[in-house]
């Protein structure tokens, strides 16, 4: 919040470092650059009540015992274990658990109901990532996959 106030009072609305090559060529003036808005812009200021949104927590780790049987025929068996920890994760990208995005009714699988810590509401839990489809997992609870996979 600070910073973008900060920003306002000194940089908006003054040229920019190409404004000032153009204002030292005498080919603008400070003024007719802030006419056509070839200016700093200011910014918006930062709602006090935001939901912030920290980086994504998740540790994926795979295991997978290649065998080898001449020279075409491989047979892979393997066991992955994703989100190990079990992160807790809220609204990742690209927003996907937003509410506008699932008809107003916020996260699917949501599955905390009491008050995490540095939350101000249970509001934050509509965001909260479930486990979804199954399709679409990023950063999700913990999840173990075995697989067989056969090249030849």
């Known amino acids: 919040m600070r910073l973008s106030a900060k920003y306002n009072t000194t ?13 030292t060529n005498n080919l603008f003036s400070a003024a007719q650059l802030a006419q056509i808005g070839a200016v700093a812009p ?3 200021p930062v709602p006090a009540d935001q939901l ?11 295991v ?10 491989t047979i892979e068996p393997s066991v992955a274990f994703y989100n190990v920890f079990n ?6 990208p690209p927003s996907v658990m937003s509410p506008w995005l699932t008809s107003n009714t916020g996260s699917i699988n949501s599955t905390h109901t009491t008050l995490q810590p ?9 965001f909260r990532v479930g486990a979804g489809t ?17 090249t030849f």
Not at 134 to 150: C, D, H, N, Y
């Open 11 to 23: 940089i908006a609305g003054q040229p920019t470092l190409a404004g000032l090559v153009l204002i």
């Open 42 to 44: 200011q910014v918006s």
């Open 52 to 62: 912030l949104f920290p980086w994504t927590k998740d540790l994926d780790v795979k």
């Open 64 to 73: 997978a015992w290649p065998h080898k049987f001449g020279e075409r025929f």
């Open 87 to 92: 992160f807790s994760n809220f609204n990742q």
């Open 118 to 126: 540095g939350e101000s509401s249970l509001e934050s839990d509509l």
């Open 134 to 150: 199954g399709v679409f997992g990023l950063a999700s609870p913990r999840v173990t996959e075995f697989a067989l996979k056969i």
